[in-house]
């Protein structure tokens, strides 16, 4: 079965740092774009950063400085470097792919992580 799972999530203090891990599972050939996403409890998910495949990225504001996007095409795996973390930054964080090529000339135009949990306590 052909799954985005994401892992490195947990409690952490204001200040300290998470890697979050996003590696494509099942006979997955390729990878496209990455994003990450997030969503608080009682809000709306939100875009926190992506990355092409050739290595283009883009922050959300609130992120910028202190996130870092990141991928390995060989390892069909994203990462996102989180530095800093502040209380806001809770939530649950998701991770999708575009155009993922799987073995048997399969396709899945989108495909999204079942989440990962972030905590930062004050």
């Known amino acids: 079965q052909v799954q985005l799972v994401e892992s490195g999530g947990g409690l952490v203090q204001a200040g300290g740092s998470l890697r979050l891990s996003c590696a494509a599972t099942g006979n997955v050939l390729r990878i496209g774009d990455i994003g990450w996403y997030r969503q608080a409890p009682g809000k709306q998910r939100e875009l926190v950063a992506t990355?092409?495949?050739?290595?283009?990225?883009n922050y959300t504001d609130s992120v910028k400085g202190r996130f870092t996007i990141s991928r390995d095409n060989a390892k069909k795996t994203g990462y996102l470097q989180m530095n800093n973390l502040n209380p806001e930054d809770t939530a649950t964080y998701y991770c999708?792919?575009?155009?993922?090529?799987?073995?048997?000339?399969?396709?899945?135009?989108?495909?999204w992580g079942q989440g990962t949990q972030v905590t930062v306590s004050p």
């Open positions: 990355i092409t495949r050739g290595g283009d990225t």
């Open positions: 999708n792919s575009k155009n993922l090529w799987i073995a048997g000339g399969g396709y899945e135009h989108l495909l």
